[in-house]
């Protein structure tokens, strides 16, 4: 079987003009969040900073009371997931790199 000198620029033709697969830089790792008693292991372990220090971290980055500190396994690292109720009413999520306490973001 025998190609046409047409064929392949159409084949090209409709490839270039196919759209590209989306690929999201901005999607994380999914994220699992430990146990109490798996917590303290990891802290203990010195493998994250303290609780308290990641609270105060995230009370700077989102002032607020803090409601909720979760330490969580995002891929291979480990990141707290602070939740604060800012004085308007408003919630905060803020993620932060579990052994620096730097913020990752904040929702």
């Known amino acids: 079987m025998t190609m046409s ?43 994250v900073i303290q609780p308290a220090d990641a609270s105060r971290h995230a009370r700077r980055a989102a002032p607020g009371e803090v409601v909720r500190i979760r330490l969580c396994r995002q891929g291979e690292d480990f990141v707290y997931v602070v939740t604060t109720l800012k004085r308007d009413g408003k919630v905060a999520r803020v993620t932060l790199e579990g052994q620096s306490g730097k913020v990752a973001t904040i929702r």
């Open 5 to 47: 000198p047409v064929e392949p620029i159409l084949a090209l033709a409709l490839l270039a003009s196919a759209p590209a697969p989306i690929l999201r830089v901005d999607n994380p790792a999914p994220m699992s969040c430990l146990s109490s008693d798996e917590t303290r292991s990891v802290v203990a372990e010195g493998r």
